[in-house]
């Protein structure tokens, strides 16, 4: 049970007590000395009480009780010169919690707009110190200046040089709404927050003295910094009718190093639980790699398999211990890098089945590789804790290698940002998934930024898409699938919506950007492997104007399922470029080019209005408002002018 001591009137603890409740956490009191006014709040609660301190019988008496929306981590008070007294706010406070930082305002209800109220802001003290260490050392007390809150005579703030960069103030002045405007491009709502109050006895406080968040979580979150325009991408199973049902004998226990599956526009491949080990797909070649270091590879024939196919059209031969992963490149046809246990890389070229390069350089498993989207480079992160960059046509060593993942449970690595840089998927020292972004100019700086997932087994397995720099993550076994927007500078990661699912998935297989539907303002469309089901997820971002085409976020994609050359050409030193194509349906206008419509004045309720006139005005406008409803008082009567009756009539 939480009790506070009150005080009496000269200052000493009094032998009385206030209850609160019933929880056994510990309290975190704040105190304003200029307005008396005392906030407690307590270690995860969701409760935050505002005391009045008076040096007077009833001491310590309840202002208001506001319930916020998440529990509390944290409290602390903003500068009083950080105010907005045109609102009439004596006390700005910031609530921490898991995610968010959230203000809560404290204003008296008075008329905004009018003269400063002097009565609510005594003098504060200043930012400036009234003397230095070495002067209080020597003895000396000195009290900080006091400065004035009237908009006028505040002090100025210093001035930054060049080289300082500060956190800018929140812009003063201005109501709740305009500030929120003013930071996001979107406007948003009000936090959802239930303050209930209780009466005050004080002068400068009416019992109309209210707190209310002046940002919503979410807002906040935006205020913190720039927000991504895919932040509300929303993912949905698509209708049954689109599913794959019933599937019997699938391998669901498979090993950390494989992906789950893979799919193309046309085919899903899928490992079953016979003898075989994993099988891969990629458009119309299909791919074995088996524990016995040898990959099978068959061609299926155009049209699909009308029979089952036993014999491989080749056995690439080696690998000297069990294969890890297999990666096509990105441009040259027939152009295969394989991973193995035995600590290399290598590459081969189907057309002739002969192994053309050896990498080496790791010390340890090799978790994940990447080629680069140009294709000249080729990345790797491995169970030794290192990041890799090799250039496979000029070395067999690595040109770059940095520190990566701490964990040694697994790892994945993609390109990112046009191939400046590399985000790795791993764990760190505790096991906690983490998100890693390195610069590809620069592995041996470590990573440029960082961000945790949360705490599971599996490691998780990355989409990127190039076309809109979002990223899309799930590992085996989860039900959340986690959306990113990837940005080249500060704060890099930017969190999107995330989608889940209503059982743990044990694959997410992205196809090409052709079969989204870009009417639906489909961004990503993956296939969803359950335990009997695949099943279709479609990625969206809620717009309004769906009957144009969304070219803000559907620029030309590339045609990265086709070759644009042999593997003979890009090992002679050829580079090259996949052609792009629109994905514009012919009878959309694309959006940028969409008719401007006419802004719609806004008007405010009529109790804006009201509350500034005085009862004088009010009465006035009344009157008028009635007469006008009469007709025009200039307009003469009909009897005045006399007509239908005779002269001699008016004589009497």
Not at 80 to 108: G, H, M, W
Not at 626 to 636: F, I, S, T, W, Y
Request: include cysteine; proline fraction near 8%.
């Amino acid at each position: 049970m939480n009790f506070l001591k009150k005080l009496n009137g000269s200052g000493s603890i009094s032998n009385q007590y206030l209850c609160l409740d019933l929880i056994r956490r510990t309290l975190m009191p704040l105190f304003d000395p200029d307005s008396g006014l005392l906030i407690v709040s307590g270690n995860g609660e969701s409760v935050i009480d505002c005391f009045e301190v008076n040096s007077s019988e009833p001491f310590l008496s309840q202002v208001s009780h506001c319930l916020t929306d998440l529990s509390t981590r944290g409290v602390a008070l903003v500068p009083k010169l950080a105010l907005d007294v045109s609102c009439c706010e004596v006390l700005r406070l910031l609530q921490l919690t898991d995610n968010f930082i959230v203000p809560i305002s404290y204003q008296v209800p008075r008329k905004a707009g009018q003269d400063f109220h002097a009565d609510l802001y005594p003098d504060t003290v200043g930012h400036t110190p009234a003397m230095t260490a070495e002067d209080w050392w020597k003895g000396e007390n000195k009290q900080v200046e006091r400065v004035s809150l009237h908009p006028s005579k505040r002090p100025k703030p210093a001035t930054p040089s060049a080289q300082e960069t500060k956190p800018k103030d929140l812009p003063r002045g201005k109501s709740k709404e305009e500030a929120s405007s003013s930071s996001s491009p979107l406007s948003t709502p009000s936090s959802s927050a239930d303050p209930s109050r209780s009466p005050s006895s004080t002068s400068g406080l009416s019992s109309g003295f209210l707190p209310s968040p002046s940002q919503s979580s979410r807002a906040i979150h935006s205020m913190l910094g720039p927000s991504s325009k895919f932040r509300h991408i929303q993912g949905a199973v698509l209708h049954r009718d689109t599913h794959i049902t019933n599937l019997r004998g699938l391998h669901l226990t498979t090993p950390g190093e494989c992906d789950g599956f893979c799919a193309n526009g046309q085919r899903v491949a899928v490992p079953l639980a016979i003898a075989g080990g994993q099988i891969a797909v990629f458009e119309c070649v299909c791919l074995k790699a088996g524990d016995d270091a040898k990959i099978r590879v068959w061609q299926i024939p155009k049209g699909g398999l009308t029979e089952t196919l036993t014999e491989p059209e080749c056995v690439l031969r080696g690998h000297t211990e069990k294969i890890y992963s297999i990666k096509f490149h990105p441009h040259a046809s027939s152009l295969l890098a394989s991973s193995s246990y035995d600590l290399t890389v290598r590459l081969w070229n189907l057309e002739t089945g002969e192994e053309v390069k050896r990498l080496s350089g790791h010390q340890d498993q090799i978790f994940g590789m990447a080629w680069s989207p140009d294709g000249k480079l080729l990345a790797t992160v491995c169970k030794d804790g290192k990041v890799r960059l090799y250039d496979p046509r000029k070395s067999t060593l690595p040109i770059q290698e940095g520190p990566g993942p701490e964990g040694h449970r697994g790892a994945r690595v993609v390109w990112v940002c046009d191939g400046k840089y590399l985000l790795v998927s791993g764990f760190d020292s505790r096991s906690e998934r983490q998100l890693y972004l390195f610069s590809a100019e620069s592995l041996a700086s470590g990573s440029v930024a960082s961000v945790p997932a949360d705490v599971s087994p599996s490691t998780l397995i990355p989409f990127y898409d190039p076309d809109t720099s979002v990223l899309i993550l799930t590992g085996k076994g989860d039900t959340r699938v986690y959306t990113y927007e990837i940005v080249p500078e500060a704060p890099y990661f930017m969190e999107c919506s995330s989608f889940h699912s209503s059982e743990p998935h044990k694959g997410l297989c992205f196809l090409p950007k052709t079969e989204c539907d870009v009417r639906d303002v489909e961004v990503a469309r993956a296939v969803r492997l359950g335990k009997t089901t695949i099943e279709p997820v479609a990625f969206r971002v809620p717009r309004v104007k769906k009957e144009f085409f969304q070219d803000d976020v559907f620029p030309e994609t590339a045609v990265w399922w086709e070759a644009s050359l042999t593997a003979a050409a890009w090992l002679s030193g050829s580079n090259g470029q996949h052609r792009k194509i629109s994905l514009r349906p012919k009878d959309m206008t694309p959006v940028s080019e969409a008719p401007k419509e006419a802004p719609v004045k806004k008007y405010l309720p009529s109790s804006v209005y009201l509350e500034e006139k005085t009862d004088e005005q009010k009465k006035e406008e009344l009157l008028s408002a009635m007469v006008a409803k009469l007709g025009n008082r200039e307009d003469p009567l009909p009897q005045a002018s006399y007509e239908g009756v005779d002269e001699d009539e008016w004589d009497d």
